[in-house]
Structures are given as C-alpha cells and as structure tokens.
C-alpha cells in the first residue's frame, strides 16, 4: 500500500509537470506579458525562472517520490 502511494504521487506530479510545459509553450506570449506588467520582468528573466522551476521540481519529484518507490520496491 504504501509502495503504490509513492508511484500514484509520481504520476500526479509527472502529470502536473507536463501540463505546466504544455502551458509555458502554448500561452508563452500571455504569461511573458503578465510577467512584463505585474513584475517587470523581461521574457529572458521568464524563460529562465519558468526552466528553474520546472527543473527544482522534476528534482522534487525524484527525490521525494520516485527514490522512495525505489528504495521500498527493492526492499520489498
């Protein structure tokens, strides 16, 4: 039971991660102008925090949800 809790939370997380980089590819320009308007950010400074972030959290999801699955399976 637990084992499957730590693969259903890697899907959901995978899951959201895809659906946030469908986002950033398909609504670039209205998210780099939101970012322009609210915050004053150029497009570059938005790339690169958008990249960041996707990466910071694709590392979460390994770390926190996919190594445990691991570990638990091996030992199982």
């Keep these: 039971m637990t084992i499957d809790f730590f ?6 997380n995978y899951t959201l991660l895809i659906i946030w980089f469908i986002l950033h590819l398909t609504l670039h320009g209205l998210f780099t102008g939101l970012g322009q ?3 004053n950010m150029s497009p570059d400074r938005y790339d690169s ?4 972030g996707m ?3 694709k590392l979460a999801i ?11 399976r091996i030992t199982s």
């Design 7 to 12: 693969l259903w939370c890697a899907v959901i």
């Design 37 to 39: 308007r609210f915050f």
């Design 49 to 52: 925090m958008t990249c960041k």
């Design 55 to 57: 990466l910071f959290f």
């Design 62 to 72: 390994w770390l926190f949800n996919l190594a445990p699955y691991i570990a638990l």
